[in-house]
């Protein structure tokens, strides 16, 4: 168990539709990373929060954004949902800013249809 | 071009043999070289990590950097079947990490 906990563990929702992914990072931890893995692009650096504030962005798309709470939870939204972007979304934690060791949530597993 | 390449395998050994996993990257800028392992339907874990160039062990795993050759290189001996997994190498560096594809190692028993 890594500390950082996500929730939902699956979502099922159509597309169009619009959902939340929410993340708690290990106590201690300022940054949390969230990231996207599917089967054909492997797992993608979606966007970086420190204690509160954006610090780096990846390959997100405008239809998604997040933000990162005064209580370091964290949580994804994912907007016009399409058919591919079904995939795992992982969450990270780290204690630094820059931080290489970085600690992974068990995912929230989502499945547009 | 990826910054990244890794062969996603799948890679399947008998128990015992001496596993050799491999990336290779592209910009020198980076410092810090990971190796994760995410078991199936699990979030990947950190396994071990070097900066800069050299070698570093850690029991049955042993992780190399070549920076002039810009080669990663995660060798695990005596391969068990609970080390059957996904692999997956990352380089870091500037506020920026990035993962490789990841390989399937499947260790027969």
């Known amino acids: 168990d890594s500390g950082v906990t996500q929730t939902p563990k699956h979502l099922i929702t159509a597309t169009g539709q619009r959902v939340t992914l929410r993340c708690s990072p290990r106590?201690?931890?300022?940054?949390v990373y969230w990231y996207q893995q599917s089967l054909d692009q492997g797992l993608q650096f979606l966007i970086q929060?420190?204690?509160?504030?954006?610090?780096a962005k990846g390959n997100i798309l405008e239809r998604f954004s997040a933000q990162q709470f005064p209580d370091l939870h964290s949580e994804l939204n994912l907007s016009s949902l399409e058919l591919g972007d079904s995939a795992l979304y992982f969450c990270?934690?780290?204690?630094?800013?820059?931080?290489?060791?970085?600690?992974f949530g068990p995912g929230t597993r989502l499945t547009v249809t | 071009q990826k910054e990244v390449e890794q062969d996603p395998g799948p890679l399947s050994v008998p128990e015992g043999a001496i596993v050799s996993l491999n990336c290779t990257y592209s910009n020198s800028a980076f410092q810090y070289f990971m190796w994760y392992r995410q078991y199936s339907r699990k979030g990947p874990e950190l396994l071990m990590y070097t900066y800069s160039s050299g070698n570093k062990e850690d029991g049955r795993f042993t992780a190399q950097v070549d920076k002039s050759s810009k080669y990663i290189s995660l060798f695990i001996r005596d391969s068990q079947p609970s080390d059957s997994a996904t692999y997956l190498c990352a380089i870091a560096g500037g506020f920026k990490t990035i993962f490789g594809a990841g390989t399937r190692l499947f260790v027969k028993a």
């Open positions: 929060y420190y204690n509160g504030e954006e610090r």
């Open positions: 990270a934690s780290s204690v630094a800013e820059g931080a290489f060791e970085q600690y």
């Open positions: 106590s201690g931890d300022l940054s």
